[in-house]
């Protein structure tokens, strides 16, 4: 994720009080050092977990609670897209079509708009099996949005990648098949024209509605910058009845003209969760997924952890 600016958050509406949000559920094995986590479940039930930096580091697990142990890295040699950060590869996402595995990844540096969006692909997930086939979004500087931050979703054979990070936020554009570079222009679904901090969209399809989850805030180096109360990274919600846009706020509020509402923020010793992916898990149900500082422990980037809930979407919003 990129940030560039540490200012407070807008005013938004709360689903609830910060005191009700639930703590992380159990992690076991490597659960440091876990930034942007992408989760997925392999069909004879082990779990992979992909997240930024390492060339995009794989842990592996027989359970979302653990242990997790380290396989190595998805992408060794790096990214074969020629910007700067092809080695220090972002917010990856991995989803599977048909029988491949597809991992979407970001190539950036912090403050740049030089950005690129990757696809590889895999047929089991084991290492040394990801075939990177190079960029299909791309910005540069002055571009309308910046290409970071990837997730695609699968709508009825439709597939959409929605992405996003500062310069006009959160932006979509749909792909001819999920390896297919992007052939149209990605059109704005989410922004904030007070903050412009909005990034690392999910999309997640639940019932009558689609729900753009994604985090809003600053999200690094809080170790040496600490933002104002409130200005850290949290995750927000918008939803509508198209995955192509229309979201709106648990109060009506039109979320590409600031609305937003909030599922998860500070609380108790957990600090600025952001970074997430939701996931229908066949064992747990729907789960949020993110990256968090535990005050406990410390501040620093390195220290981040990997944090999961159950969400409970009964009430037609996503509650942790």
Same mark, same amino acid.
């Given at each position: 994720?990129?940030?560039? =600016? ?28 876990? *930034?942007?986590?992408?989760?997925? =479940? =392999? ?10 930096? &390492? ?37 990856? @996402? ?29 047929? $089991? ?8 086939? &190079? ?7 002055? $571009? ?18 929605? /992405?996003? !990070? /500062? ?13 297919? #570079?992007?052939?149209?222009?990605? %059109? ?9 901090? @909005? @990034? &690392?969209?999910? +999309? ?7 729900? +753009?989850?994604? !985090? ?14 409130? &200005? ?6 918008? =939803? !509508? ?25 500070? %609380? ?15 064992? *747990?149900? #729907?789960?949020?997924?993110? *990256? ?13 952890? /990997? ?14």
């Amino acid at each position: 994720m990129i940030t560039v =600016r540490s200012v407070a958050a807008a005013a938004i509406p709360l689903l609830g009080s910060a005191l009700g949000y639930a703590k992380p559920n159990a992690c076991s094995g490597v659960c440091v050092n876990t *930034h942007d986590p992408s989760i997925i =479940r =392999r069909d004879d039930g082990t779990y992979f977990r992909f997240s930024t930096g &390492g060339r995009i580091a794989v842990h592996s697990a027989p359970d979302i609670t653990g242990p997790w142990s380290y396989e190595g890295a998805a992408l060794p040699a790096g990214s074969v897209i020629d910007n700067p950060g092809n080695q220090d590869l972002w917010a990856p @996402e991995v989803v599977k079509v048909g029988n491949t595995y597809y991992m979407y990844y970001s190539v950036s540096t912090f403050g740049s708009q030089v950005s690129a969006i990757g696809v590889a692909t895999s047929p $089991s997930l084991d290492m040394n099996t990801w075939t990177d086939l &190079g960029a299909i979004v791309q910005s540069s500087t002055g $571009s309308p949005f910046n290409a970071i931050d990837p997730s695609l979703l699968n709508a009825d054979g439709q597939f959409l990648l929605t /992405f996003g !990070s /500062f310069w006009e936020d959160i932006h979509q554009v749909p792909l001819a098949d999920p390896a297919a #570079p992007a052939t149209e222009t990605p %059109h704005q679904i989410a922004f904030d024209p007070v903050t412009t901090e @909005e @990034e &690392g969209p999910a +999309l997640f399809h639940y019932g009558d509605f689609y729900y +753009l989850f994604y !985090s809003k805030g600053k999200c690094c180096g809080y170790d040496t910058d600490r933002p104002t109360t409130g &200005g850290e990274y949290k995750i927000m919600v918008c =939803r !509508s009845s198209s995955p192509t846009g229309g979201f709106v706020d648990a109060n009506g509020m039109d979320c590409s003209n600031g609305g937003g509402t909030v599922v998860l923020e500070s %609380h108790d010793n957990i600090y600025g969760p952001g970074g997430q992916g939701v996931y229908d898990d066949p064992a *747990h149900g #729907p789960i949020l997924y993110y *990256h968090y500082v535990d005050t406990n422990i410390g501040f620093a980037d390195g220290d981040k952890q /990997f944090g999961w809930n159950n969400i409970d979407f009964s009430s037609g919003w996503p509650v942790v």
